[in-house]
């Protein structure tokens, strides 16, 4: 049954023109954190919406290992809950599970946006402590699901559009990726997924966040070396 507070919010979700979802969706999920995130092309993630730090963490790390919950649901088009972070099995996220270990992360939940078999998106709940989600926070968080999977579908695209401009610039958290990977392409004389494979190597190499390194290589303060050539070199005269 659908608790009185979620019944608010999407009402709220449906008649206000500002994107993102509204106050205390995170508390009616009984969650610390919430990320609403667009599945784009070749099925990779951009994050619309984070309702902090942690699921922007979150997210870049998933995006920048390529595995992890979210990257489940999408590859299924099924629920992924995980009640007990330290009960996951050691080898179904070998690279994410001790990557996020300082992330303050204990149970993460990932719901498919979908409708007729399109994944549109994912919607990820998180929490600080492990314990799988009650009826009702389950039924509240299935309800929301199908409230945004229509809201992104619906309208002619304009309330997807409106998240969209509602980014830094008015585009994607990871545009720069991608125009990274392009340079890289033509740089490296390689096909795009594995121009897009050295970026996220060079990013988990250096523990850097994969967006901040491409946003290096746009700007030319870092280059990446072909595989059988020296390492990769830095500007070392940027301020």
């Known amino acids: 049954m659908l608790s009185p507070e979620m019944a608010d919010i999407l009402r709220l979700l449906h008649v206000r023109?500002?994107?993102?979802?509204?106050?205390?969706?995170t508390a009616a999920l009984g969650m610390d954190h919430l990320a609403v995130s667009l599945v784009g092309e070749s099925r990779t993630m951009e994050q619309l919406w984070s309702s902090g730090a942690t699921g922007i963490l979150f997210d870049d790390l998933q995006f920048t290992l390529g595995e992890g919950p979210a990257s489940d649901t999408v590859r299924t088009g099924l629920l992924t809950l995980e009640h007990d972070v330290a009960a996951v099995r050691a080898d179904r996220w070998p690279a994410l599970m001790p990557a996020m270990a300082g992330l303050p992360i204990r149970?993460?939940?990932?719901?498919p946006?979908?409708?007729?078999?399109?994944?549109?998106?994912?919607?990820?709940?998180?929490r600080a402590t492990p314990g799988p989600m009650s009826g009702r926070e389950m039924d509240d968080a299935l309800a929301l699901v199908s409230a945004l999977t229509l809201h992104f579908l619906g309208a002619d695209g304009t309330q997807l559009e409106a998240w969209?401009?509602?980014?830094?610039?008015?585009v994607l958290h990871r545009a720069v990726v991608h125009?990274?990977?392009?340079?890289?392409?033509?740089?490296?004389?390689?096909?795009?997924?594995?121009?897009?494979?050295?970026?996220?190597?060079?990013?988990?190499?250096?523990?850097?966040?994969?967006?901040?390194?491409?946003?290096?290589?746009?700007a030319r303060r870092l280059r990446l070396a072909?595989?059988?050539?020296?390492?990769?070199?830095?500007?070392?005269?940027?301020?």
């Open 179 to 218: 125009q990274a990977t392009g340079m890289l392409s033509v740089q490296l004389a390689v096909p795009l997924p594995q121009a897009l494979l050295r970026l996220r190597a060079h990013a988990y190499g250096h523990a850097r966040s994969i967006v901040d390194v491409a946003e290096d290589i746009v």
């Open 164 to 170: 969209i401009d509602a980014q830094r610039d008015g």
């Open 17 to 25: 023109a500002e994107p993102g979802l509204p106050d205390g969706c």
């Open 113 to 126: 946006l979908a409708l007729g078999g399109i994944t549109v998106g994912v919607l990820t709940a998180l």
């Open 226 to 239: 072909p595989d059988h050539q020296e390492p990769d070199s830095t500007d070392e005269t940027r301020g």
């Open 107 to 111: 149970a993460m939940f990932c719901f």
